[in-house]
């Protein structure tokens, strides 16, 4: 009764595939796959995944979700990993079809003198059929292993995504930084004019502009390495996307970060992953290639027709003289050396035992993941609101300091030292926004979603 569940017909299993297609690219109605024939099954369901690598996804505001698209369209590992899955797919008519008959012809040099005359000729055809069931269960076992090389495509489509944002955000964090260090920058030359000023009206020293002048020329050196950073970054990106490196990323990302959907629950969705469904669609072919197995070691049966052309006798009248002979064969082969038959069903099992121990490793792997990521989650977002808050009383802070300086022009020190303050909780935010968001999209590739 265990191995039953796995005995679904070609067209069954292609419906499943079809099925499983839709929920992660286009949609599908069942009524639309009726009248398809097998060979056109086939080609419809490579089509319709085509159309989810070739751009169908739903493009949203951000532009990292218009990255996607083209990661997905021009990503040649991606790209490897469908030409797999295609591939995959044309082993189901390959194990699912009889062995090619035998036509066989000969002719008597010397003719075999028979009652009817002579024999001339003979003509023989013939096919081998394996034993009852052992196609179906090759073709149930080549379907799921299709299934699972999908899986695997769909695992490579999510890891792409998080490679992608994994490469976007620090360029996001890059301009963030640039835009900092500019603004410090125009902030230090207005303080440099005060300080010039106040120094000039006997309110400062001239101490305090050579502070700001060191601390210009620091936040240019800065800004001119941050430069230089921007273009191995946009090099990675733009590869991921298998584009010039040179090509323009155009950065949106909200301030506000994205709060991690509650949804992503990893009881509920461990198993949903890909690597997971693939290990275990493998295992089901495992279990399927067992009967297939058992079964091409049981004998094979062949029928066949002879026929052979007779000449007619010249040295005598008979009846039916020259009448051709039709016969027809049964043949039956006789499996006897069982050692390969034995080995292919000790294969089918080992397998599976391999399989359900990779299943129980990933599954204990993918756990410690997710609890390391949920934890630097938990982190950015506690970082994300500290700096939130710092940077707003560092700013009023600096009012008032700035102010009293204007007045007094004493306290600049403190004014340099508030504004360095600044400047370090602004760049540790945009660091903590960058690296919060890349912590979400590694924890939607260890859940397997997207």
Request: zero cysteines.
């Given at each position: 009764m265990k191995k039953d569940k796995?005995?679904?017909?070609?067209?069954?299993q292609h419906h499943r595939l079809i099925r499983d297609y839709d929920r992660y690219f286009i949609r599908w109605s069942p009524s639309n796959f009726c009248h398809l024939t097998s060979d056109s099954v086939l080609k419809f369901t490579a089509i319709a995944c085509l159309l989810m690598v070739l751009g169908t996804f739903q493009i949203r505001a951000q532009s990292l979700e218009t990255y996607f698209s083209t990661a997905a369209e021009n990503n040649p590992g991606l790209q490897a990993k469908y030409k797999a899955f295609e591939a995959a797919l044309?082993?189901?008519?390959?194990?699912?079809?009889?062995?090619?008959?035998?036509?066989?012809?000969?002719?008597?040099?010397?003719?075999?003198?028979?009652?009817l005359g002579p024999q001339k000729a003979k003509f023989s055809l013939s096919q081998m059929f394996p034993w009852f069931g052992t196609l179906k269960a090759k073709e149930d076992a080549a379907a799921l292993a299709a299934e699972a090389k999908f899986q695997e495509f769909v695992d490579v489509r999510n890891k792409l995504y998080y490679e992608v944002t994994a490469a976007y955000y620090p360029i996001y964090k890059l301009n963030k930084w640039k835009q900092i260090e500019k603004e410090n920058i125009d902030i230090l030359?207005?303080?440099?004019?005060?300080?010039t000023r106040n120094f000039e009206n006997g309110k400062g020293e001239m101490v305090d502009v050579l502070r700001v002048d060191i601390m210009l020329k620091e936040a240019s050196t800065n800004l001119n390495i941050l430069n230089k950073e921007e273009k191995p970054l946009l090099t990675t990106f733009n590869k991921l996307l298998n584009r010039p490196s040179e090509e323009e990323v155009i950065?949106?990302?909200?301030?506000?970060?994205?709060?991690?959907p509650g949804y992503l629950n990893k009881?509920?969705?461990?198993?949903?992953?890909?690597?997971?469904?693939?290990?275990?669609l493998m295992h089901q072919s495992s279990e399927a290639a067992e009967p297939a197995a058992r079964k091409n070691g049981y004998p094979k049966l062949g029928i066949g027709l002879d026929y052979v052309a007779v000449g007619e006798r010249t040295d005598m009248q008979i009846d039916d003289n020259?009448?051709?002979?039709?016969?027809?064969?049964?043949?039956?082969?006789?499996?006897?050396?069982?050692?390969?038959?034995?080995?292919?069903?000790?294969?089918?099992?080992?397998?599976?035992?391999?399989?359900?121990?990779?299943?129980?490793?990933?599954?204990?792997?993918?756990?410690?993941?997710?609890?390391?990521?949920?934890?630097?989650?938990?982190?950015?977002?506690?970082?994300?609101?500290?700096?939130?808050?710092?940077i707003k009383e560092t700013r009023?802070?600096?009012?008032?300091?700035t102010t009293a300086y204007a007045n007094s022009g004493k306290d600049f020190e403190e004014v340099l030292r508030m504004q360095q303050e600044l400047l370090k909780y602004?760049?540790?935010?945009?660091?903590?926004?960058?690296?919060?968001?890349?912590?979400?999209?590694?924890?939607?590739?260890?859940?397997?979603?997207r």
């Open positions: 796995y005995k679904i017909s070609s067209k069954r044309q082993q189901i008519p390959q194990v699912s079809s009889l062995p090619d008959p035998t036509f066989s012809f000969g002719y008597f040099i010397s003719p075999v003198e028979t009652r030359t207005s303080y440099k004019e005060i300080a950065i949106e990302v909200e301030e506000q970060a994205d709060s991690l009881d509920s969705l461990m198993t949903q992953h890909p690597v997971l469904k693939k290990l275990e020259g009448k051709d002979v039709i016969m027809p064969m049964l043949s039956v082969s006789i499996p006897i050396f069982r050692k390969k038959y034995n080995a292919a069903i000790k294969e089918a099992q080992l397998k599976q035992e391999s399989l359900a121990l990779q299943k129980e490793e990933f599954t204990n792997n993918l756990i410690s993941r997710y609890e390391s990521v949920w934890f630097n989650i938990t982190r950015q977002d506690q970082l994300i609101e500290l700096y939130t808050q710092q009023q802070a600096l009012k008032l300091l602004e760049k540790k935010k945009a660091a903590a926004v960058s690296e919060y968001n890349t912590a979400v999209a590694r924890m939607k590739y260890v859940l397997g979603t």
